[in-house]
Structures are given as C-alpha cells and as structure tokens.
C-alpha cells in the first residue's frame, strides 16, 4: 500500500508543477492587464510607469522565477487591481464554490445510483426505458440551458425562487440541479451498466443459490462490485466540475464562487489572481484525482495488490 | 415542506425588507474603491454617494452652475490662487473631523503625486496645478502654474474627492508617513464624507452604503443600499421581476421592452457621455495619404448603424462634442459626415488600388463593437474599400501595424478638455502610441483651447482643431452608446445631466421611494 501511495503523491506533484508552468505562459500570452483595467487614455510614458509599479517589466523568466520561488514559499503575489493577497481573494470565494460543488455530487449520487439500479433491476420494463430516457435527455441538456430554463419558468414566471447569490437554502435548488444535470444522467447509465454487467457474473447466480435476500445479492454483491466504476466516474465526474462546471453556472447565478471570480479576472487580465484561481482549480482536481485512486484500492484489493 | 422552506426563505430575505433600503443589481461591481486612481465606467458609480469634492455642482442641470461642498466660498486672490474656505464641523465616516490638513494631502496625494497610479491619472488632467496649501485652519489656497479657464470643473472632479489623511497614513507601515501600500489599503477600505458610509465592500462582488447620520448636508433619503453585482443580463432582468433588485443596471436597447411591458416596472436612460469611436492610423505607410482615411470616415453611414444598433436612441455626433460641454457645446461645427459619392472620388485621387485595410476590434469589450465593424465593412465595400475585421482581445492602438480600430473617448469631465482634449492632447495618449501626429500649428490652437480665458476665443480654437481633424483624419466618433437602467415603479430615480456617465446618485433630491 504505501508505495501505492507514494506512487500516487509523486505524480500528482509532477502534474501541479506541470499546471503551474503552464498556466505562467497561458495568462501571460492572452495580453497585457495595463490595456485592460487601467481604461483607456494612457500615455507611453504613463503605461511604462504603470508597467514598472506592478512589476512587469521583468524579463517573462525572472517572472517565472520570481513566481515558482514565490508558489514554494506560500506567497502568490497581490491582485494587480484590488492589490489583496491573491490567496485572500481566491480563498474568500472557495467554500461558495465548495458548497456547490458538495451539493451537486450529493444530489448526483443519491438520485443517480437509486436510478442506475432500478435501471439495470427493470431493464426490460417500462421502468428501465424511463430511467434511460431522463439520462439521455439530461445528457443532452447543456448546463446553461437547463439554468436559463429554469429561471424563466421559477424564477422569472413563478416567481418561486431566487435567482441572486448564496444566502439562503432556496438559493441552491437551481444552480444544484443546473449542475448535477448532466453528471445525473452520465453516472445513471455508468451504474445502470456496471450493474448488468455484475449482475450477470457467476458469483451472482451462486449467491442467489445460497439463498440470500434478493436485496442482499443487488447491493452487497452487484453494487459492491459495480463499485469501482461508479466511483471512478463519480472522480472523474468531480474532478471536471471542479475544473470549469461552475464558470457558467456561477455567472447566471451571481454565485460568489471561483467560477465568477475566473471569468473577472480573465477579462481583465489580472494574472496574479487568474493564476492562483486556476493553480487552486487544479490543486482540487489533483487531490479529487488521488483520492479516487485510494479509492479504488479499498473498493478493490486486486488493485492495491497488482500495484505494489 | 416547500411551501414551508419558501416562506422561511423569503422571511429571511432582506430585500426590500423596509421601504427606505433598496438592491441594487449592478452588471459590474468596482475591484477597488479610490475616487483618486479610478477613472473607470465601473467605479463612478459609485463615488459620489460617498465622497465629496470642494466645489460641486446642480447635477440635475446640464449647463454647470456650482455649489458649495466641502468649501463654502471660493475666489481667485491672484489670477494662479484661488483661496477656498472650508466648510466647519465635517466629519468623516470613521468620526474623525475634516481639517484643513485632510484637504490639502487629499489634493496633493494627486496634484503631487508619487504613487504610480495617481500620477497617471493627474498628469492628463490636473497637470496646471502643482500644489495646495493651508492658509489656516478653514483656509487654503489652490495654485496653478497658468491662468486656469476650468477651476471649478478641475477643482470639481472625482480625483480630487477629499479623503482623511491620518486613517490613510496609518493603514499601513509607519503611521505618519503615506506610503503607496496606505493607498492600496485605502482603496479596500474607503472612508469619505458622504451621505452613505460604505458599510461594507467585498471587491468584485457586492457593497452595502449605510445612511451616515453625521453627513454635513442634506439626510441620506435612503437607510441602507446593497449593491450586488449580477453580471448576466438574463439574471439581472429576472432579478428585477423578482424583486431580488430594486434597480438593476446596463440594459441594452433591444432589452428595454421585456421590462417596459412589465406594469410594475419602468426604465430610465439617456445617451452616455461616451464615444465609440473609430481610430485610423496616420502613419501606417499605405494609410499616409489622408484622403484615403478621409474615404474610410465619408464612407460610414453612422445614423444606420444607430438604427440598427441602438435602435435609434444613441447621438450620433457632426463634430467631437457633447450637449454635456455647456457653453462648449458646438453642434453647428460639421467635422464629420456621410458622404459616399465624396468618399468614392477622394479614393480615386488618391489612386487606392484596393488594398486590405484591417479593422480591429475585441470580440466582446464595447457593447455592438464587433457588430458595427462588421456593418462598417459593408459600408466600406459600398465605395470600394477593401475592409477586414481582425477579432482579438489584444490592444492594437500602439502598434505601427494598427490601420484601424475601435475605441472610446470618454467624458472625464464636462468640457471638451475632458474628452477630446485628454485623448488627442499634443503628446497625449494618442500621439505618444505614435498613430496620430502634431505640430506646432496643432500645439498652438490645442494651447489656446485649453488655456484661453476667453470663453469664444476657446471655441474658435476649438472649431480650429476639428478643422485639423477633418483635413487629416485619426478619429471618427461613431455614436454614444444608449444606457438604461430598470426600476421598480416605485423607486423615482433617472441618471442626472450633470454627472459624468454611470453615476449612481442617491444623495437627497436625486431619488425618492412613492411609498415611504
């Protein structure tokens, strides 16, 4: 297990340092932040100035050097426009996207795989038609749209929900739902299939001639060993929502988050911040990564075994 | 169990909870909040509810007529002094009382600026004034390094908006010493002396004024107003049907009828103190001959593009002034025109051989910019121009390969100083990206504008000036833009003439509620 582990650690340190350089050269080729937020009506004189103050005159190595010396230390410079600390500014909006993030895969999970097993149980019923239609069509359902349908019809004809910020609980029926639409309908049809798939297995068929509950065989031994592919497709799944899910969601929804602070500080070109939100952005993907990877050892031990 | 959550959620929403607190839904929300560094269309919203200036004016006027503010007299001692009193028993948010000394370091944080982005910012436009001081305790004196034709509109601008010296200086490092960190800190934590105190501010996302007892001037009508920033368009009109907003702001024409049609609610606009403009390069070596850039400019039907655009409701200019600039104000004056039969013959002269002009342009940072490039290339065609919209977010002003692109002036202030003056000023912005050229002729009248105390003798010079700008061509204002804001019916609240663009004015006058 613990070169396992180790293994797992040692990549996804490889991957951070890869992203930080990455997105070093990708903020600063999409242009110059003194074009953007400092309006217009600067003088050559006066942008040079400026370039000096926010110390951008630096040659784009020193940078790079200033900047991975900076990342090991903890210190990821100070927003060229409101001049916090950029760990400050990412992390006031971290839990608002945290708490999307939680509630959208909780309401994935406990809609998805209740559906995923009646799916695969009634596969030759109505039922199992029914459950994969909703999966397909929430799978055809970009998240925008599903958003902007539901503000028109509860928002801006019911009149029945909010559709500004955080504050209260009412306040995440929609953006949750927006988000978990198509992760509901992929994740159904993931477990829908894992569980044909255990299903049909001998070992199945032995457990039912042991004489156990019906119930018994579906979950402990059909979900049980369905588990690993649910589980990696719940890491994946969490893993991309984390990454840009929420960008348009948190924008239609005025949600306080790291989606809505990305798309601002891309605009305006503010590197420092844009830098952090997205090295932050892929820290969380890196941990969600290696967390289904310790995952999938303990739901399958052929996996831990195989690998040390 | 839903109804149950959705009363206990709307029992716990503060909006519009008492009649004198509104929301509203704004499509940006400031980063940062220093009436000095900022110039910016996002922050002057925001300013005057907090901030005031020495001298102010009746906003509801479109002509200026100035007022007492934070002085209550003021008169040229000399023709380079002006000797202001100050205004007895102001305070400030944080309680400390204004003096003379938090006027004079307000004025010289600008007028003798060392942090980097105050310096830009009084250089264009303070650049006559290098210094304040105190005569006594209620008494100061204003100097100019030449007879000034704009004190009040100078002394008069958000820049020079008076903030307390102590709090700034002790923000951070040494307390009695202003760093450019205090200036920083300060831009997070605002303290004016408004009528609202910015309760509280959370950069890039939402702002609560609160009603400040101990404001010099007329009461706050107003108890509490939260800001919160609701970028999609889509959202802020839902908002507004709602009732999660009170007033939402940057309503495009074509969004106008969803909310008018709504028996509850209402608009108000006006054409923003802006230009769009077009900005052609002088010397680009195939742009040289200024007939062609003459043709390019003759060619462009700018009423159509209002129509179509801004269904009508935008200005479309005959010379680079606003109805804004007073007794500035030449609309007689025709610098620019529509003349494609014109523009097909000065093509011909010059022997243009239907060479590719490109037309950049950002793909989303002007409202309808890439669709009036895109309309502007027709127009091109219809004479013979040989138009290329190139779509990228990189500012192409400063480069030599620039042809043409489009931009903005704005109106800093109202006088043609503040917009035209600033933007095409000899070694201004655009002379020093090194597309537009001066001489000595253009240097004088630009002198003679700018200095002249003789109020005619500013006008001639300008009309001067525009004739330059017609021979040889480096900008073309296409339209001001038409600006709306949504309301409740019962919120009586319009933009003032008198105000640079986007001010959200909320001071005693400028807003009341029917119901309260």
């Known amino acids: ?308 | 169990m839903f109804r149950l959550m959705l009363a206990t959620a709307l029992a716990a929403l503060p909006l519009a909870a008492s009649a004198q607190e509104i929301t509203v839904g704004a499509a940006n929300m400031a980063a940062y909040l220093d009436p000095g560094r900022d110039h910016s269309n996002v922050g002057s919203q925001f300013y005057y509810n907090s901030f005031d200036t020495l001298i102010d004016r009746d906003h509801t006027k479109l002509a200026p007529e100035w007022e007492p503010a934070l002085a209550t007299s003021w008169e040229l001692i000399e023709p380079t002094i002006m000797e202001l009193k100050l205004r007895e028993n102001v305070k400030f948010h944080n309680g400390d009382a204004m003096t003379a000394d938090d006027v004079i370091f307000s004025l010289n944080r600008m007028m003798q600026a060392t942090f980097p982005p105050y310096v830009v910012r009084a250089k264009d436009r303070l650049a006559n004034f290098p210094m304040a001081e105190k005569v006594d305790e209620h008494t100061i004196r204003i100097r100019a390094n030449r007879e000034e034709p704009l004190w009040e509109t100078l002394i008069s601008l958000q820049q020079v908006m008076i903030i307390p010296e102590a709090y700034t200086k002790a923000l951070t490092g040494d307390p009695l010493v202003a760093e450019d960190s205090d200036f920083e800190a300060f831009a997070l934590a605002p303290v004016g002396t408004g009528p609202y105190r910015i309760e509280t501010f959370q950069p890039g996302e939402s702002l609560v004024w609160e009603r400040f007892d101990n404001f010099w001037g007329d009461k706050a009508p107003l108890e509490r107003v939260n800001v919160v920033q609701i970028s999609e368009t889509a959202s802020r009109l839902t908002a507004l049907k709602t009732g999660e907003a009170d007033i939402i702001t940057n309503i495009a024409p074509d969004q106008l009828s969803l909310i008018d049609k709504d028996k509850n609610l209402k608009t108000a606009g006006s054409a923003t103190a802006l230009f769009h403009v077009m900005i052609m390069n002088q010397n680009h070596p195939k742009l040289e001959d200024p007939r062609i850039r003459q043709a390019m400019s003759l060619a462009i039907d700018r009423d159509a593009l209002n129509e179509a655009l801004w269904l009508g409701k935008g200005v479309v200019p005959s010379t680079h002034t606003m109805a804004e600039m007073g007794a500035l104000h030449q609309p007689d004056l025709v610098t620019f025109e529509y003349d494609p039969e014109r523009a097909k013959a000065l093509l011909k002269e010059a022997g243009y051989d239907g060479f590719e002009i490109t037309f950049d342009t950002a793909p989303s940072y002007y409202t309808n910019g890439l669709l009036a490039a895109q309309a502007i290339m027709e127009m091109w065609a219809a004479v013979g121009l040989n138009g290329k919209v190139v779509v990228g977010d990189k500012w192409t002003g400063n480069s030599p390969d620039l042809m043409a692109r489009n931009w903005s002036n704005p109106m800093y202030f109202a006088d043609p100083f503040g917009s035209f003056g600033v933007m095409w000023a000899p070694d201004g912005p655009s002379q020093s990206e090194g597309r537009f050229n001066t001489d000595a002729d253009y240097a004088q009248k630009w002198e003679r504008f700018r200095y002249s105390t003789d109020l005619e003798e500013r006008k001639v010079a300008y009309a001067e000036l525009m004739e330059r700008v017609k021979e040889n061509p480096a900008v073309l204002p296409l339209y001001r833009p038409f600006e709306s804001w949504g309301m409740k019916n019962a919120i009586n609240w319009a933009p003032m003439p008198g105000h640079i663009p986007y001010v959200l004015d909320f001071r005693a006058g400028s807003i009341t509620l029917t119901d309260s």
């Open chain 1, 1 to 308: 297990m613990i070169p396992y582990l180790a293994r797992v650690v040692v990549k996804s340190v490889v991957t951070l340092f890869a992203i930080f350089t990455v997105t070093f050269i990708a903020t600063r080729l999409s242009g110059n932040p003194i074009d953007t937020f400092l309006g217009e009506g600067l003088t050559t004189e006066g942008r040079e100035e400026l370039i000096r103050y926010f110390q951008l005159d630096a040659s784009l190595w020193q940078q790079y050097l200033a900047f991975l010396r900076g990342a090991m230390s903890g210190e990821f410079g100070l927003s060229f426009i409101d001049r916090r600390p950029v760990t400050q500014v990412v992390g006031d909006r971290l839990w608002a996207s945290g708490q999307l993030l939680l509630a959208s895969v909780g309401l994935t999970v406990l809609v998805a795989i209740p559906l995923g097993v009646l799916g695969a149980i009634y596969r030759k019923s109505w039922v199992g038609s029914a459950v994969m239609m909703i999966a397909f069509a929430g799978y055809a359902m970009p998240s925008f749209i599903l958003s902007i349908l539901m503000v028109l019809t509860f928002s801006y004809w019911l009149n029945w929900l909010p559709v500004v910020g955080n504050s209260t609980l009412l306040h995440f029926i929609m953006p949750t739902i927006a988000m978990s639409g198509v992760l509901v309908a992929a994740l159904t049809r993931f477990t829908r299939n894992a569980m044909l798939d255990a299903l049909g297995q001998d070992f199945i068929r032995t457990a039912r001639a042991k004489g156990l509950r019906e119930s018994r065989v579906v979950l402990r031994h059909g979900l049980g060993n369905a588990g690993v592919t649910v589980i990696s497709v719940i890491g994946l799944q969490v893993a991309g929502l984390a990454a840009a899910g929420s960008v348009v969601v948190e924008n239609i929804f005025s949600w306080p988050g790291i989606g809505q602070l990305l798309v601002n500080s891309a605009l305006e070109r503010d590197y420092p911040v844009l830098q952090f939100g997205v090295i932050t952005v892929a820290i969380a993907v890196v941990v969600i990564n290696a967390i289904t990877d310790i995952a999938y050892a303990f739901a399958d031990p052929r996996i831990r075994l195989a690998h040390s």
